[in-house]
Nanobody, 123 residues
């Protein structure tokens, strides 16, 4: 069982930056692939980024060049550094854990989810 707690969301102006954190419980964090997803009001949840157990990463097109995912296995934490934010990035951001450990953009591949953290970007 893995529990995930996100933090770091907030209100930021367009062009600004935020760093989201997701702290995980459990001793097997390093075995999991960790993903970030987001859900905007009235929209489906969508993939943002993933980092695998071997530190490979993948991004949604909307995140490429602006967002960076990283992990610190010693701290059981995954991060999402978000730069050049736009109002279109406004959403609740969720981290998720995939016990398979590989790269996936499908939410069904992730067994554990955090409660989410709100990111609001003003124009």
């Amino acid at each position: 069982q893995v529990q995930l707690v996100e933090s770091g969301g907030g209100l930021v102006q367009a062009g600004g930056s935020l760093r989201l954190s997701c702290a995980a419980s459990g001793r097997t964090f390093s075995n999991y692939a960790m993903g970030w997803f987001r859900q905007a009001p009235g929209k489906e949840r969508e993939f943002v980024a993933v980092i695998t157990r071997t530190f490979g990463s993948a991004y949604a097109d909307s995140a490429k060049g602006r967002f960076t995912i990283s992990r610190d296995n010693a701290k059981n934490t995954v991060y999402l550094q978000m730069n050049s934010l736009t109002p279109e990035d406004t959403a609740i951001y969720y981290c998720a854990a995939n016990p398979w450990g590989g790269s996936s953009a499908r939410s069904a591949a992730y067994d554990y989810w955090g409660q989410g953290t709100q990111v609001t970007v003003s124009s």
